[in-house]
DNA sequence: ATCAATAAACCGACCGGTCGGTATGTAAAG
DNA sequence: CTTTACATACCGACCGGTCGGTTTATTGAT
């Protein structure tokens, strides 16, 4: 039972707390260390600064969706089916702990501005592209789609899915959003699907 | 000839590039002002605060995609053909200027957190889902489109475009965006038409 | 078992600098 | 003389990060 350990947990969820809530810019290094009822000295042992911890959460979180995806996509289930469960997990691979999803915003923000980020962002994020590309071709090899062109199919997929995550974020209430996702993925699928 | 005026715009101009190139937060009052050629005095002369610039930014920004959105599909033509013209004008609507795309982002993320300028986006953005599900409504009622859920086919489209667009902010050089917006609303919009 | 020695973990005052915003002054126009 | 359209100087709050010092845990010799 490591207590440093604990504290560098401890201080990274809170951070992860704040920086949804308030943003990255607009969250103070010492609001930080109130909230997790740690001194300042406390934090920079753990991390050399703010972005540390900042890029920590980004890799955390691309490393727990890329697994989940592949798990989903190892289930022995037709591909249509297996887009409508990657869908269904969507809202909860988003957001790891309760109103993390402001964090996806984050992410991308700090990603498309900062070259550390960007790095860390790109390559999980190409890896997304690619492996929606290859579902969808394992679907028209099946024979559950008709023949299309599969780059183009997946990235249609992965749009679909960057864009309702993005819309749930500005009007959450607006919407039975996970409800929503499962119907517009469907309505795509069932458009490519053999006939 | 107001002299003024001229003034006012061009602080707002100068907002505008310093906001897509290093984000709201990152963008100090004092960095506008001189890169406008301005004082403080003259800045806070012509706007009660930097939200407020912001503000009038996003309000700009949002009616000129609407007027723009409103003259294509007044266009005479099949409704399918009217998506893709809308897809077209995507990535020229989106940046009012050159390199103004990030500013979308920036947008989207103050909506979701500040109160103001959630309620200035909220309402035109309820209007595009709304115009997207009309559209889709016209095509069905045209022969054009097979019968479906008009709503939830005018939602994939919304989501399909903000998709896109976040996405050619994070890999602007990652591929041929216009013309990757444009196969994949062809793909969506082949896979809905009557056959 | 005890205790000195060392390292790891942590504290909080403090630093230079930047922030959005304000107060005051002024030159020109009407 | 008043109003408009600015310019300049300045304010207090706050920022990320540092630093000297303190507490706590671990180790090794006795």
Same mark, same amino acid.
């Given at each position: 039972? /490591?207590?440093?350990?604990?504290?560098?947990?401890?201080?990274?969820?809170?951070?992860?707390? $704040? *920086?949804?809530? /308030?943003?990255?810019?607009?969250?103070?290094?010492?609001?930080?260390?109130?909230?997790?009822?740690?001194?300042?000295?406390?934090?920079?042992?753990?991390?050399?600064?703010?972005? +540390?911890? *900042?890029?920590?959460?980004?890799?955390?979180?691309?490393?727990?969706?890329?697994?989940?995806?592949?798990?989903?996509?190892?289930?022995?289930? &037709?591909?249509?089916?297996? *887009?409508?469960n990657?869908?269904?997990?969507?809202?909860?691979?988003?957001? /790891?702990?309760?109103?993390?999803? &402001?964090?996806?915003?984050?992410?991308?923000?700090?990603?498309?501005?900062?070259?550390?980020?960007?790095?860390?962002?790109?390559?999980?994020?190409?890896?997304?592209?690619?492996f929606?590309?290859? $579902?969808?071709?394992?679907?028209?090899?099946? %024979? +559950? *789609?008709?023949?299309?062109?599969?780059?183009?199919?997946?990235?249609?997929?992965?749009?679909?899915?960057?864009?309702?995550?993005?819309? /749930?974020?500005?009007?959450?209430?607006?919407? +039975?959003?996970?409800?929503?996702?499962?119907?517009?993925?469907g309505?795509?699928?069932? %458009?490519?699907e053999?006939?």
């Open positions: 039972m /490591s207590r440093p350990n604990d504290t560098r947990n401890h201080i990274l969820l809170t951070a992860q707390h $704040l *920086f949804a809530h /308030s943003g990255y810019a607009a969250t103070g290094v010492a609001e930080i260390c109130q909230a997790a009822g740690v001194s300042k000295g406390a934090f920079y042992y753990h991390f050399p600064s703010k972005q +540390d911890v *900042f890029l920590e959460l980004l890799n955390r979180w691309l490393a727990g969706i890329e697994t989940a995806m592949q798990t989903i996509s190892q289930q022995d289930q &037709p591909i249509p089916q297996i *887009f409508l990657l869908t269904d997990m969507l809202p909860s691979v988003v957001q /790891s702990a309760d109103g993390q999803l &402001p964090m996806f915003l984050e992410y991308w923000q700090q990603a498309s501005r900062d070259p550390l980020i960007w790095q860390a962002m790109i390559d999980p994020y190409r890896r997304f592209r690619q929606f590309t290859l $579902l969808v071709q394992r679907g028209v090899e099946a %024979g +559950d *789609f008709r023949p299309m062109e599969a780059e183009a199919a997946g990235q249609v997929i992965l749009s679909l899915a960057v864009g309702l995550l993005l819309q /749930s974020l500005l009007d959450p209430q607006g919407a +039975d959003w996970p409800a929503l996702a499962r119907q517009s993925v309505l795509v699928i069932r %458009g490519w053999r006939t």
